[in-house]
């Protein structure tokens, strides 16, 4: 059974860092992208926001525009865990952050009908 589990989530003041986890099993990470997003509060499903991507295909990463600098996305092989490291919080990025499973590409990663199977979420406040 495929299954995706982040955790890491926490309440931190801006300026601050936190990294996610997503553990994945019943598939292995050198046969499929994992692409993190973000759901505002408020927000439905369809408008979660991706913020980054490991590709299978060709090793790299990719990062939105909007996160880069401060967020950074990385993989671990052996444990089947991809990470994504988050520096310099700010109050803007406190949202629900959710690990998904795409295919072997990052092409599309930013919205998601790039994902075929989604984690249950891991929260992060940014709050002074």
């Known amino acids: 059974q495929v299954q995706l589990v982040e955790s890491g989530g926490g309440l931190v003041q801006p300026g601050g860092s936190l990294r996610l986890s997503c553990a994945a099993s019943g598939f292995t990470l050198d046969l499929h992208s994992i692409g993190w997003f973000r759901q505002f509060p408020g927000k439905g499903r369809a408008g979660r926001e991706g913020v980054a991507c490991f590709s299978t295909r060709d090793g790299g990463a990719s990062v939105a525009a909007s996160v880069k600098g401060r967020l950074t996305i990385s993989r671990d092989n052996a444990k089947n865990i991809v990470y994504l490291e988050m520096n310099n919080l700010k109050f803007e990025d406190t949202a629900v952050y959710y690990c998904?499973?795409?295919?072997?590409?990052?092409?599309?990663?930013?919205?998601?009908?790039?994902?075929?199977?989604w984690g249950q979420g891991t929260q992060v406040t940014v709050s002074s």
């Open positions: 998904a499973m795409g295919g072997p590409s990052c092409a599309g990663h930013l919205s998601t009908p790039w994902a075929d199977v």
